[in-house]
């Protein structure tokens, strides 16, 4: 175990295959089984997944599969698969890293989900000044899911650190807001965040 995950900026810290069946629309080819169930994994990498620089010099995900669909005033709006909900846990960590004052309550408005856990991180943020670029930014190397529904998962996040320590963070999302938003813990139900082998990260998470 490192030490507590930074709750304020999150882990960044500069922190499987699911079944479901959905409802057939339009017309039905012949030969097609319109009850057949859809497979949904939980393991698979977003499609033709692409990295830019965003805020504070640290790297975002992107792609046009899956999202973010909305550049403005912060980057929002994800599919509603895994692959959305990944892509979702991941910004709104760069972004809550990243974000200088001016921008960061957009944050908490589009990326993070109403609630106790919100609310401290945003009265928290208010009291300092988050400005300058990141020279070696943390780099997403690869994840993990423990748990995944529709309307929420639990996604471990494997991060290498510019010092070369691995570490793993865990970043719920919930989708009851109509989009993938990060339920951000309170103060003192912050996670740790541990530090991981290379090994266990080839092994036991997907690599981005």
Known sequence: MVSKACWLVGFVVVSGVVMGVLSACGDDPAGTDQNQPQVVSTTTVPENLSWSIGPAGLNQPKNTVDGPFQSSPVPHGFSATPQGALLAAITAQVWMAGADDKVFPEVANHLLEPGPGRDQWVQARALVTVDGRVTHPPLFAGFKFTEYTPDKAVILIAV?????????????????????RVVNPTQDAAPDLVEITADQLNKEFIPL
């Open 160 to 180: 290498k650190q510019p010092d070369g320590a691995i570490t793993a963070y865990p970043v719920q999302v919930s989708h009851s807001s109509g989009d993938w």
